[in-house]
């Protein structure tokens, strides 16, 4: 056989074995690809507005929810910088507390503020969010949510935001917990309810769909330009959302 033929054959048999590597190694990516989540539909003021006669707001853990759930959308915030990930894992290094909720006043606008110590996107840097009321929107209005849940379950300064009276104690809301407990009034009510980060997504619809721009920036600076800019007039469309008589803007 000749010396061009045996290195032919030589060859042949690399590309081989690069071919099942390849395969392997196609197979194993596959494997440790994380699993594709489809598109997620918002959560909508309408479906807030049918959610609320399933609550009891005297109960402590339905005021929690149900303050937790509208300032979580009003903010454009996620889930998690609102709501602890088990019962143990309160970290005031990490978690919103009731001290780090405060009021201020621009041009008549008064606009409710919570500083987050973390985020996902910023880490330990964090970030500071706030809400408007919304008065025109009833039962979603965000303000006396938080008002009742303050009144009920009056949680200390120096623990979890949304703490709730639990047998003789107070018990952080967890997001386990507060997704069950809406699960349970939807699925009573027969209404389908969008995962956690809907909120998220459906707050940025609802500004964006209304006129409201949101603004970069940091900190105050950014605070004070998104509350002293007036809205931008809403597009004429079909089957538009109510405006607002306020605005809520996420400092992106």
Not at 31 to 43: Q, S
Not at 182 to 190: H, R, W
Not at 221 to 245: E, K, Q, V, Y
């Amino acid at each position: 056989m000749s010396l061009v033929c045996r290195l032919g054959m030589c060859y042949t048999a690399c590309l081989d074995i690069d071919r099942q590597r390849f395969k392997v190694m196609l197979r194993a990516a596959d494997r440790l690809a994380p699993v594709t989540r489809g598109k997620r539909p918002p959560l909508t003021v309408e479906i807030l507005t049918v959610l609320h006669p399933g609550l009891d707001l005297t109960a402590p853990l339905d005021a929690a929810v149900w303050a937790a759930l509208l300032t979580v959308f009003w903010c454009t915030a996620r889930r998690g910088e609102f709501v602890l990930k088990t019962l143990t894992s309160f970290d005031p290094n990490l978690h919103v507390q009731r001290s780090h909720y405060r009021t201020e006043v621009r041009e008549g606008v008064t606009a409710h503020i919570f500083t987050l110590p973390w985020t996902k996107t910023r880490r330990y840097e964090g970030e500071e969010v706030f809400f408007v009321p919304q008065p025109s929107l009833a039962v979603c209005n965000p303000l006396p949510a938080l008002a009742n849940h303050f009144s009920i379950n009056n949680p200390p300064d120096d623990g979890p935001l949304f703490a709730y009276k639990h047998k003789g104690d107070r018990r952080p809301l967890t997001g386990h917990a507060m997704q069950k407990r809406l699960k349970a009034v939807a699925t009573s009510i027969g209404v389908d309810l969008p995962p956690g980060h809907s909120a998220r997504i459906g707050s940025l619809l609802w500004h964006l769909l209304n006129g409201m721009p949101f603004y970069g920036g940091d900190g105050q600076r950014a605070l004070a330009i998104c509350l002293l800019i007036p809205p931008l007039p809403s597009p004429a469309r079909s089957g538009a959302l109510p405006t607002s008589s306020g605005s809520s803007t996420r400092l992106l």
